[in-house]
């Protein structure tokens, strides 16, 4: 019922959010701890609350410093807001002040929580006096006043005692109203209201109860007796006890087929004789709205505003689509009852049982829904029903919600011709071929509304002691509403157990599943209905797409782990995607939610098809790889590839030039890195192919932020029984990852394990990567006449192949160690011959490298000048093809010969812009000589604590790492703090 009065009386609410009006303009009631206050004063009933009472309601046990002069003020304004047209200083009439604190002084009307008592306490009175139609008609009045969780968004202590309570005082009415429906006959039109309430409360034995009375006498007794097994499972397990007197005298009734159990004859054949006497009463069939609905707020608004388009000659139809446990079916409901005053003919409701073996038959609803509409009688056909239904509604207002729909065929015949209803649907799938719908797609909740949700359930101050641990929660549960709202009532349930030991259960994926299931209502029961609607092909492809946990998978992954070719692909995935069992919010690009992911490597498990899974990733192994050495040759086109363990079936994806390469890689790197890490899980049968994917990934992603998951891979990949060819090639890529992390000591050890593992006559370009990298982790750890012969090893191997590019980088590292031993003059030769050699092949990445090798050579021998323009160039050409690490190495070369011209700022910027890539991908000797460079520029630049604070960083660095560059830090250092101080400058 509405809040009558006055055109311009106040009226509040507080059985859903907090709203006034006056008359019918909508008044701004200020901040949450303005609203607060009201509600506080609102609660008291004009009994006067005292200040210390509001302070402690509204800030607990941490009230600001200045909590009473807050109070103060937030009374001031709602005096302002209450009463607007007071005179200044006159005394207030509504909200006033009594002794030390104040009272709020309203009609009993005005407050929709007392009308919804006064209404309780007739329907009590009605049902003592044994007329149960006035206590269900009363109970349907006072619950029509309910919009939503009560005091939603109030903050405080006072306010979430209170929501406890009314949330409670809105479930004894359902219940007590569901008990009236049964007494004058209405069991059937009970039954899916009492099933949506015992889902919401599952340890409330009532509502069970009064569930198993309504199916007994629908003539549903397994379904009742059902009930009271679920119900014991689920006190036994969450609670420890057997079920209360009522449920078990309930459960023993029906067993002994207690014919008392049944409505009385003389009161159904009253009833009857009431109905037929009386004028159409319009049906109510809408569920009970759950009281602690969250979010969505600009959703329902834009929903309500399409619902209540309709113009009387078209119906209005809205689909509502989503995976299952998103809550399309709660959204609705609660949508349903914030606009059914706006249909004053009724509401009807059926659920369609669209995800299940039996599905509602369209017929049988329409049977349903003409008797609901007064119809004298039947017809036989669906035609005939579905015309007759036609003919009803066609001059009322109804809102008609069909929930869980199968598919357009099962909906059409439900839905009214020229009318001024409204049809809301809720399905699993899109429901395209409906014609005329406004199609929904019903997402996750954000963050913040999930953890509302959460907090809801479990309570505010609970939520607010643990805070991240909360949001783990919600983000475990993928944000999905039905899963939130589980894991929410377990806890609620369990006073001993902290949010942090719900999120230490979830966080293990392998029991997420089991851990999101409260008795009836359970995660993996509603995706598996959606699953079992699954064509088999649909199923299989389900299943496989799981193998990779990649954030997102390309058509071509898709075409590869099915087996099939790229359009047979898309329509599995198009089907998946229809059915809410996928996501594609990219074209071309498909995505599982968390949970959906987990339920399907789980379907994998149970069916042990081991050999069709190896398969299948075999297949986007060889893809990959393929695409990868495509890549690798338009990156650095005459480059020669190193000899691979496996030799790919597939082409690979055609990449035109280095753009594209390098464009490829940036969007499948999370692709690659994730279906490595699911290859060395595997048996043998996939390592090969494997460790040819790492290889090549590790050459040409120079991005350490990623080297730790490639680490581990590799680390996995060292399995026991592996191959000498294999091993090779794992040792050499945890040599390349230790270098890069400045493990001197570490790379030198696996790059040797690496080179044992090899031939020693093997002329191969395996071969002389490891003897190159090798040799350059002896430079850097200063052993430049052990690196000599390895330089030389590879370089004889370089030429006997052939290859130039491989030779032309083997002069520029070999440059730099003859630099080392002082054979100054064969460094230049060999810098220059290097840059020379580049240049003619035309290969960017080489030139670049040479260039750089040049630049240092240049510099050390006393030409920083002349070597500055080289630094410049391989940074530009290091900038074009998206190497950042080795930017912010050319760039830290560069700063020290800024330094030597004079370009003190100059210098400054190249280091600090190194550094920050450095720190970016943790390259350690990088940062080392951005920080030293750094350091000497600040000194110059006459900012020694600064400068000084960078020396003593490259120091701590260098030191670390066991490298030269320690000596000529440490003297910087050193003259640093025996310099004076100079003197202030003259006045």
């Given amino acids: 019922m509405e809040l009558q009065g006055q055109p311009h009386a106040l009226r509040f609410q507080v059985l859903g959010p907090v709203q006034a009006w006056r008359g019918e303009q909508h008044l701004s009631l200020g901040s949450p701890q303005q609203q607060a206050v009201l509600v506080a004063l609102l609660l008291s009933h004009g009994r006067p609350v005292a200040t210390q009472d509001l302070v402690d309601g509204l800030w607990g046990d941490r009230p600001p410093p200045q909590a009473v002069a807050a109070l103060r003020t937030y009374v001031s304004r709602l005096r302002a807001l209450i009463e607007p047209n007071r005179e200044m200083r006159a005394p207030a009439e509504l909200l006033v002040s009594v002794s030390d604190g104040y009272a709020l002084r309203i009609p009993p009307e005005s407050l929709d929580l007392s ?34 969780r009560p005091l939603a968004g109030i903050p405080g202590p006072h306010a979430e005692a209170h929501r406890g309570r009314l949330a409670e005082r809105q479930v004894a009415a359902c219940e007590e109203r569901c008990s009236a ?140 689509a989503g995976i299952g446990g998103v809550g399309k079916t709660t959204l609705a409901v609660h949508l349903a009852h914030s606009i059914r005053s706006e249909f004053p003919d009724g509401q009807l409701y059926v659920d369609l049982r669209g995800p299940s073996a039996s599905p509602a038959d369209p017929a049988v609803v329409l049977g349903d829904f003409l008797y609901a509409l007064g119809a004298p009688e039947t017809p036989d056909t669906l035609e005939q029903r579905a015309a007759l239904y036609r003919s009803l509604l066609a001059d009322r207002r109804m809102l008609i919600l069909l929930d869980n729909a199968k598919d357009a065929r099962q909906l059409l015949p439900l839905i009214p011709g020229v009318s001024g209803s409204a049809v809301l649907v809720t399905s699993r799938s899109r429901l395209a071929e409906l014609p005329g719908a406004h199609l929904v797609d019903v997402e996750e909740l954000t963050p913040e509304e999930a953890l509302a949700l959460f907090s809801a359930i479990v309570g505010e101050q609970r939520v607010a002691a643990e805070p991240e ?11 999905l509403p039905l899963a939130v709202r589980i894991a929410a009532a377990r806890l609620a349930s ?6 942090s030991d719900l999120a230490r259960r979830l966080a293990d994926q392998r029991r997420r599943l089991h851990e999101l299931q409260l008795g009836n209502l359970a995660v993996e029961t509603t995706i598996g209905l959606g699953y079992g609607q699954l064509q088999p092909a649909e199923a299989r492809a389900f299943r496989l797409l799981s193998l990779v946990d990649s954030p ?18 898309e329509s599995l995935a198009e089907a998946l995607v229809e ?23 789980r379907q994998n498990e149970k069916l042990k098809d081991t050999d ?71 048996p043998l049968t996939l390592l090969r192919p494997t460790v040819d994917l790492l290889m090549v990934l590790n050459s040409l992603v120079e991005d350490p932020t990623h080297g730790q998951r490639i680490r581990v891979a590799l680390h996995a990949a060292a399995h026991p029984h592996a191959d000498a060819d294999t091993l090779a090639r794992v040792r050499l890529g945890l040599g390349y990852l230790q270098h890069v992390a400045g493990d001197y000591q570490e790379a030198e050890v696996s790059i040797r394990q690496s080179l044992a593992l090899q031939g020693a006559e093997d002329y191969t370009h395996l071969r002389v990567n490891a003897a190159n990298l090798l040799a350059v982790v002896l430079s850097l750890a200063d052993r430049p006449t052990e690196a000599l012969p390895f330089f030389e090893q590879a370089s004889a191997i370089s030429r006997h192949l052939g290859a130039t590019i491989s030779e032309a980088r083997l002069l520029g590292n070999m440059a730099r160690a003859y630099l080392a031993v002082g054979q100054s003059e064969d460094a230049v030769r060999s810098a220059h011959a290097a840059v020379a050699a580049a240049r003619a092949s035309g290969n960017i990445p080489c030139l670049a490298d040479t260039l750089y090798q040049l630049g240092v050579v240049l510099r050390s021998t006393g030409s920083p000048g002349e070597a500055a323009p080289h630094l410049r160039e391989a940074h ?47 390259a350690a000797y990088c940062q080392g000589m951005a920080n030293a460079a750094l350091g000497e520029a600040l000194l110059k630049l006459g900012q020694p604590a600064r400068g000084l604070a960078c020396l003593q960083e490259a120091l701590a660095v260098f030191t670390r790492l066991g490298v030269p560059e320690v000596l000529p830090v440490q003297d910087l250092i050193e003259q640093q703090q025996h310099t004076e101080p100079a003197a202030p400058p003259a006045p």
């Fill in 115 to 148: 009308v919804f008592e006064r209404e309780f306490t007739h329907a009590a009175m009605a049902k003592a006096g044994g007329d149960y139609r006035e206590t269900h008609r009363l109970l349907a009045s006072a619950l029509s006043l309910w919009s939503g």
């Fill in 181 to 320: 429906a049964l007494e004058i006959g209405l069991h059937a039109e009970t039954v899916s209201e009492l099933s949506s309430l015992s889902a919401e409360h599952p340890l409330r034995e009532r509502l069970r109860e009064l569930l198993m009375l309504a199916l007994y006498r629908c003539g549903r007794q397994a379904e009742a007796l059902g009930v009271y097994t679920d119900t014991r499972k689920l006190l036994i397990e969450e609670l420890g006890v057997e079920p209360g007197t009522g449920l078990a005298s309930m459960h023993s009734r029906i067993l002994a087929a207690d014919p008392t159990l049944m409505p009385a004859p003389a009161a159904v054949g009253r009833a009857i004789e009431q109905d037929e006497a009386a004028a159409f009463v319009p049906p109510a069939q809408l569920p009970a709205d759950v009281s602690d609905f969250s979010g969505r707020t600009e959703l329902v608004t834009e929903l309500r505003d399409v619902l209540r388009s309709g113009s009387g000659q078209a119906v209005v139809v809205t689909s509502l």
């Fill in 469 to 479: 641990a909360a949001l783990a929660v919600v983000r475990a549960c993928g944000f």
């Fill in 494 to 499: 369990r006073p001993r157990w902290s949010v």
């Fill in 552 to 569: 997102d998978l390309p058509l071509e992954a898709v075409a590869a782990l099915l087996g099939t070719d790229q359009d047979e692909a």
């Fill in 579 to 601: 059915a809410n069992m996928l996501e594609c919010f990219t074209p071309g690009r498909y995505r599982y939610h968390d949970l959906l992911r987990l339920f399907a490597q």
């Fill in 612 to 682: 069709e899974q190896q398969a299948a990733v075999l297949r986007l192994l060889d893809r990959l790889l393929a695409t990868m050495r495509n890549a690798a040759r338009a990156i650095e086109p005459d480059d020669m590839l190193p000899e691979t363990l496996h030799q790919p079936v597939s082409a690979g994806l055609r990449l035109a030039d280095s753009s594209a390469a390098h464009a490829w890689l940036r969007s499948e790197l999370a692709l690659l890195l994730s279906v490595i890490e699911a290859a060395v899980q595997e």
């Fill in 876 to 922: 530009k050409l290091y900038q074009s093809e998206q190497r950042r690490i080795w930017e912010g190495y050319s760039l830290a070369r560069l700063a020290p010969c800024l330094l030597a011209d004079g370009q003190y700022a100059e210098a400054a910027a190249a280091a600090d812009e190194s550094l920050a890539i450095a720190q970016e991908l943790d």
